[in-house]
């Protein structure tokens, strides 16, 4: 299966927090997530990046050579002067479509000019977040042709639910990963204060919402699955109080 890089540079991660009328009011993880739905869809694989740094940008692109089919990129401000990004996406010889979510066209004349537009397979902006869908349709439509017949086939209903809950998984893994490091963090923090490790109020508060947001037929699991989660990420902290 090939693989879709999308690629955002510096202050798209603010998405959410700057001017909405440029660049809508969803955050990058939005963003991200409505790629990987696509990407779904397309019956092709989607890898999500963003950096602030050019130079993380430009190692990114070197890495892609050989292993991504396709980039769908938004260089933020780097597009309109680096001269780094623009070499390094002629030399990967991978398709890049450049993506901006504002009409870059219409708006301060600094932002006129894309150095990288000469090196990108088409630019598409003024868009918002389709521009970045649209881009990833013309990539499978004109650069994936060859195996369009055994891989890029249309995604039948199963193997899209499927896709979608393998998503999901990968998703709450990542998730999970990252409340246990965020209790690890905690643990350290009420250690040195010496709070007490359990917020029984706190915990009886996220049991309550954990059933509340689910179906009625639901909500015990629901709330069977958080305490099992708290209980975790309370050994955890244990574990760290007593160890610091
Ligand atoms: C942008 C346009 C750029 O001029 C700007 O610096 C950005 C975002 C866009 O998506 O519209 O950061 O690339």
Redesign the pocket.
């Given at each position: 299966m090939k693989t879709i890089l999308i690629m955002n540079g510096?202050?798209?991660s603010m998405l959410g927090k700057r001017d909405p009328k440029?660049?809508g009011s969803g955050t990058l993880q939005d963003l991200e997530q409505a790629c990987i739905c696509k990407g779904i869809e397309l019956g092709v694989e989607v890898q999500c990046f963003q950096s602030e740094s050019e130079s993380a940008i430009v190692s990114k692109l070197h890495r892609s050579m050989g292993k991504i089919g396709g980039i769908v990129l938004?260089a933020?401000?780097y597009?309109?002067y680096s001269i780094a990004i623009r070499d390094a996406i002629e030399l990967i010889h991978i398709p890049v479509m450049e993506v901006?979510?504002?009409d870059?066209h219409n708006r301060e004349s600094f932002?006129n000019q894309s150095v990288i537009e000469a090196v990108c397979a088409r630019q598409y902006?003024g868009m918002g977040v389709k521009g970045y869908l649209l881009a990833m349709e013309d990539l499978v439509k004109e650069y994936f042709k060859e195996d369009a017949d055994t891989v890029a086939a249309p995604a039948d209903e199963l193997s899209v639910e499927r896709a979608a809950i393998d998503e999901i998984d990968r998703q709450m893994i990542r998730l999970f990963e990252q409340r246990m490091k965020h209790a690890d963090r905690i643990a350290r923090i009420k250690a040195k204060s010496g709070t007490a490790i359990l917020a029984t109020n706190r915990e009886q508060e996220i049991l309550e919402k954990a059933g509340g947001s689910v179906d009625e037929e639901y909500a015990e699991y629901a709330r069977q699955w958080m305490q099992e989660t708290m209980r975790l990420s309370r050994e955890r902290q244990s574990e760290v109080n007593t160890k610091e």
């Open positions: 510096p202050n798209l440029h660049y938004n933020g401000a597009t309109h901006h979510l504002s870059i932002r902006c």
